[in-house]
Every structure is written in C-alpha cells, then in structure tokens.
C-alpha cells in the first residue's frame, strides 16, 4: 500500500534524556548556549579503558520517572527511551493509552545500535560467577535492540504498526522515515526515536575496534568536527522520543505542530570508506530533497554529522558542496553534538529535536569546542546565531557505511 501524499507527517511532541539536559527545556537551554557537557567517564569498571572522555547522562533518576515493575525487566537504554517518550507523549498532549478512538491508531519506532549492553553484563557475571540460577528471565529480553519499542508500546497500549530499526548510526533517522511512512499508509501518530547506553564496561569494550574513537583525555579538545585537531568523536549515552502525527489528525485535536517531516533518503557506502561517504551522502541529500520539493537554496540550516575525522569530515563538506552546489558553502552548518557526544542511534534524534527546537525560535546553536574550521564550510561557532529559519537539513552516517539525510520545515509552513 502506497503511502498517500495528502497525508502529512508532522512533529508534535518531543522528549530528551541526553547529557546536557533531561527535558526539552534543560537540553534546549545547553544546545542553545553551546554549552559542552564533555566529561571524562566516571561509570564503574570503565577506569582502566583507553576512552577516557564522554558525553553522561546525570541527574537522571530513573525511579521517578519508570515505574518499578518495569525497571526491573529492562535496561538503561529502555529507561531513557521510555523516560523520553512519556516527555513527547506529554508535550504533545496525548494521554498515555489514549488516543481518539482507537489505540491501533498509534505505532512505535525506536533504532539501536547496540541494545541493552549493562543489563547483559550483569546477567552474565551472575552466570559465570554465581551460575544459571542466579539469571534473571528478563536477560532473554532487557539485551535485545528492540526492548524499546515493545516496552513503549506495551505501557502505553499503542497497538498500530510498530518496528525497530537497526541501520546503523543514521537509522535513528531512518526511524523518522518509518514513521512518516506508516502515518502516509494510514496510521494516525507514530512515538519515534532512538535512545542508548553505551558506557557500560562490556559496551565500551565492544566500541574499541572503532578506528575513529577518540582517545584524548582533555574534555575541551577530544572532539573537535571540522579543525584541524580533529582526531575522532567521543561517545555519548541518551537520545530522544518525538510524537509524529498526521497533520489533520493533529490539528483536530487542537495540537501544536512542531515541525513538518518533509524529506528523506538514504544510502549505504561501505565500513569507514569516508571518502566515498561524499557521493553517498550528497545522494542522499538529493533524494531528501527531492521528496521534500525542496530546492537547494531553500535549505536555511545543516545539522551536520560531525563525526571528527578529518576524511570523514572533508567528505561531507565536500557532499553538501556536491549537493547545495555553491549554497553548501555559505549554509549555516552546527554540530550540537560536539558538545554531547555521539549517542549513535540517538545522536541524528537529538539533532532532529534540535533542528526543530531552532526553526521554532529562530536560531542556530553554535558548535562547541570549535573555532578554527579548516573546510569551506559556515560553521557557526562561539554563539548562537539569530536567523530566519524555514528549513532544517539533519545528516548522519554509520560506522558501518549508512549515510541519511532528512528534511525538516517549520511547522507554520503550508504545502
């Protein structure tokens, strides 16, 4: 069934848990300032680790905001996911179980990169030190990269269409496409988003065959996109939860339309192949764009993917240029995240949540720990640029080779 074109899809509720801020309006705040939360990574058995720096969640208390019964069946990566999405539930203004007439009519998507790595660890320590009694049940469950999704729509009863989506880096936006799908195929709203933790000891081991990690012990200079300091990204945990819905369906209600998910594409170049990364990514920037009949120069503001290596930077400097031809190089572009960490599949949804936040109030954040951009990019850096903003391009790529792109207007636009 094709996805029907008068169906829009569009952004009514966001929630965060991220490293500079649990709440939308705490992490708005930090992101809008360029405020750098990196820290070196105080989380038990990860002393000893060559990644000395990354982006924590703090102040965070899980107990208050998941109920037990829950808490126990699941692991952080759920808890922030669940956390986020009672936020987005909340700011768009549906009470939990209960949407019009129908709890079909509400899906859930969420991406992963990893799954539930802390709860794994433990459940195993317990098994190899204390032996299979001592494993809990819920190990078979609180691992798996889908946890997520099936414990957001059990606890809230939404019983449309729901997945999960396992695309690498990029498929937290690849999780926007799905649900802008399934609200075009009939659904009425989608609780989308992407949510992590992986700085647990056994995920942090898992993360050091990473040639573009990040090594530097200084806070200030361990993730610098786009300088000449580059020398790879830090990792982060959280993410965020964002309600899409169908326009009218939205406006029925009486709720607030954030943002108009307008365009995506994606494309697939291969394991840390940066520089080809350039033709996959402006390929995906074209097809974004082209689903969003968007023309290159109405493109007001890049969230960038940043990812910190100097080829991989260099490409997608290159693939805007390729993509925006001459407005790639005089496009506002920010990397938020420079201040976070990446939250792999959650770091494109934070994006996502401040792109929409910015064409909201109509600036750009600048893109901390960076001042001397050495690519023919407009990097806004130092502080927050006023601007007039109609529409947001998000980019990502993976590790693994999957390149994104998404297209964003502002929530007052019509067709």
């Not at 399934?182 to 949510?195: E, M, S």
Request: glycine content about 12%; charged content about 20%; proline content about 6%.
């Amino acid at each position: 069934m094709s996805p029907r074109q008068d169906r829009r899809p569009v952004v009514t509720g966001i929630g965060v848990v991220a490293p500079n801020g649990v709440g939308t309006d705490a992490f708005w705040k930090s992101t809008r300032e360029g405020i750098s939360v990196l820290d070196h990574i105080t989380r038990e058995g990860c002393d000893h680790m060559p990644v000395r720096v990354a982006g924590e969640v703090r102040g965070f208390d899980p107990e208050s905001l998941v109920e037990e019964r829950y808490l126990v069946q699941t692991d952080r990566f759920t808890h922030f996911a669940m956390a986020a999405a009672d936020m987005a539930l909340a700011d768009a203004r549906i009470p939990s179980g209960d949407y019009g007439e129908s709890p079909f009519a509400v899906g859930v998507v969420t991406a992963a990169g990893s799954g539930g790595g802390e709860f794994g660890q433990r459940e195993l320590q317990r098994l190899w030190g204390q032996g299979s009694r001592y494993v809990g049940p819920y190990q078979s469950i609180a691992w798996f990269y889908a946890a997520s999704t099936g414990q957001i729509s059990i606890r809230g009863g939404f019983k449309g269409p729901c997945g999960v989506v396992a695309s690498d880096e990029a498929g937290g936006l690849d999780a926007l496409a799905h649900a802008a799908r399934a609200i075009g195929r009939g659904t009425d709203a989608v609780v989308i988003g992407a949510a992590e933790a992986p700085l647990a000891p056994y995920s942090l081991v898992c993360q050091l065959g990473y040639r573009e990690l990040s090594t530097s012990e200084d806070p200030e200079r361990a993730y610098r996109p786009f300088t000449s300091a580059a020398s790879g990204f830090v990792p982060a945990e959280g993410g965020a939860m964002l309600v899409v819905e169908e326009e009218s369906a939205a406006r029925r209600r009486g709720a607030a339309v954030r943002a108009v998910v307008a365009g995506h594409a994606a494309t697939f170049t291969g394991a840390s192949r940066w520089e080809e990364s350039r033709e996959g990514l402006a390929q995906a920037i074209r097809g974004a764009l082209a689903e969003a009949r968007c023309a290159p120069e109405e493109i007001d503001v890049v969230f960038a993917d940043a990812l910190g290596i100097p080829d991989a930077d260099r490409a997608e400097a290159l693939a805007l240029a390729d993509a925006l031809g001459t407005h790639g190089r005089r496009v506002p572009v920010t990397a938020p995240k420079a201040g976070t960490g990446r939250a792999y599949c959650g770091a494109p949804v934070l994006d996502t949540a401040a792109a929409v936040l910015a064409l909201q109030d109509g600036v750009v954040p600048p893109t901390p720990n960076v001042f001397d951009v050495c690519h023919e990019l407009e990097v806004v850096t130092g502080r927050p640029r006023p601007a007039a903003l109609r529409t947001a391009l998000v980019l990502s790529r993976g590790l693994m080779g999957s390149n994104a792109a998404l297209v964003l207007r502002h929530g007052a636009n019509t067709r």
